[in-house]
């Protein structure tokens, strides 16, 4: 009967919900052991659910159509003004149903939040910020991005969460979550993702103007990949020389109060907003807004609070040429 009605409720599910390009944040389609765990449960208790609701209708139907008293039958029904048994019976029930659910549940945030670590984990910092994503690679590589996180698949990944400000909500569907990036905290999560390809995340615990657009990726790659990878983020960024656009924005960036804000690593030490030392080896800016071309990026320092509300950067007013070449420049960051 259980495996029954798990079959029946996967094929519904995974009908609806599990194609990948079609719905790529959902939880039916679970791309790491966490989320595994996660949807197994879901399974295991919508399954008793289901039989707990087939049980109800089956009593229902039972006191409708044969235990009730008929036109034309004798008397009415004998009148109870209070049933000890009974009483005790319908509070022990659902209390009991609860308890049973709790199980599993408790069982598995204990699972999740293992008290020693695993071995060969790759630690990462992720700060939450209003409204984009911090990461800071923890094993001595000095590596730090933003908004798109880079992990192997099949390695364990231990994720230390630390907001900045108010509490935000890490969440990528398809690999775990959600867990709050509480201030003053630390949070963790802990996830081995299974399956190379990118996955969407979102901040789901309202924080703000921009909290619909605090978006980010994560990207599981090939080791080998991965190694690669890593060592470009830990170089230090780009630099030109002579007269081309490039070398002429750099000056631009470098003269600006941009770097009050954003770190290049050997130009600028802010750190308000992200590290823009790599900016070019992302796909997304403004946390997974809008594509990373020259056009968006141009628009998005033009008019940062139109594309994204609230946000924290300010339009400095800088157009024409000087905007064309910090753009080329930027987008030579790579
Ligand atoms: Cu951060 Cu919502």
Same mark, same amino acid.
């Given at each position: 009967m259980m495996r029954y009605l798990r079959l029946v409720m996967?094929?519904?599910?995974?009908? &609806?919900?599990?194609?990948?390009?079609a719905h790529p944040m959902s939880t039916m389609a679970p791309r790491s =052991?966490?989320? /595994?765990?996660? @949807? *197994?449960?879901?399974?295991?208790?919508?399954?008793?659910?289901?039989? $707990?609701?087939? $049980?109800? $209708?089956v009593a229902f139907i039972l006191a409708v159509f044969f235990f009730s008293t008929r036109v034309g039958e004798a008397g009415p029904p004998t009148a109870v003004s209070s049933d000890l048994k009974l009483e005790i019976a319908w509070t022990?029930?659902?209390?009991? $149903? +609860?308890?049973?659910i709790s199980i599993p549940t408790v069982r598995l945030i204990f699972r999740t939040q293992p008290r020693t670590a695993f071995a060969g984990e790759l630690p990462i910092t992720v700060v939450a910020?209003?409204?984009?994503?911090?990461?800071?690679?923890?094993? &001595?590589?000095?590596?730090? %991005? !933003? /908004?798109?996180?880079?992990v192997p698949?099949?390695?364990?990944?231990? +994720?230390?969460?630390?907001s900045n400000d108010v509490i935000h909500s890490f969440w990528v569907p398809r690999l775990g979550g959600k867990r709050d990036v509480v201030p003053g905290q630390v949070n963790?999560?802990?996830? *081995? !993702?299974?399956?190379?390809?990118? @996955?969407?995340?979102? #901040?789901?615990?309202?924080?703000?103007?921009?909290?619909?657009?605090?978006?980010?990726?994560?990207?599981? =790659?090939?080791? &080998?990949?991965? !190694?690669?990878?890593?060592k470009a983020q830990a170089a230090p960024g780009a630099m030109s020389a002579g007269d081309t656009s490039e070398a002429r924005g750099a000056r631009v960036f470098a003269?600006?109060? #941009? %770097? %009050? #804000?954003?770190?290049? /690593?050997?130009? *600028?030490?802010?750190y308000v907003g992200p590290d823009l030392t790599h900016l070019a080896s992302r796909s997304t800016i403004a946390a997974g807004v809008m594509p990373n071309d020259p056009q968006h990026l141009t628009e998005w320092i033009e008019h940062p609070d139109e594309l994204k509300p609230g946000a924290r950067m300010p339009d400095f007013g800088l157009r024409g040429a000087e905007l064309n070449d910090l753009v080329a420049y930027l987008e030579s960051l790579k």
């Open positions: 996967l094929g519904l599910m995974l009908g &609806g919900c599990g194609d990948d390009r =052991d966490l989320a /595994n765990w996660c @949807y *197994s449960m879901f399974l295991e208790v919508t399954a008793w659910d289901f039989l $707990i609701l087939a $049980i109800v $209708i022990l029930g659902p209390a009991l $149903i +609860l308890l049973f910020h209003q409204w984009w994503w911090e990461f800071h690679y923890d094993d &001595g590589s000095g590596a730090i %991005t !933003a /908004n798109e996180l880079h698949v099949n390695r364990p990944i231990h +994720l230390k969460l630390v963790e999560i802990h996830f *081995s !993702a299974s399956v190379p390809g990118e @996955y969407y995340g979102q #901040c789901a615990e309202f924080c703000g103007d921009s909290h619909a657009n605090m978006r980010f990726r994560i990207f599981v =790659d090939k080791p &080998g990949d991965f !190694a690669m990878w890593e003269n600006s109060p #941009c %770097t %009050t #804000c954003h770190t290049v /690593n050997g130009v *600028s030490k802010g």
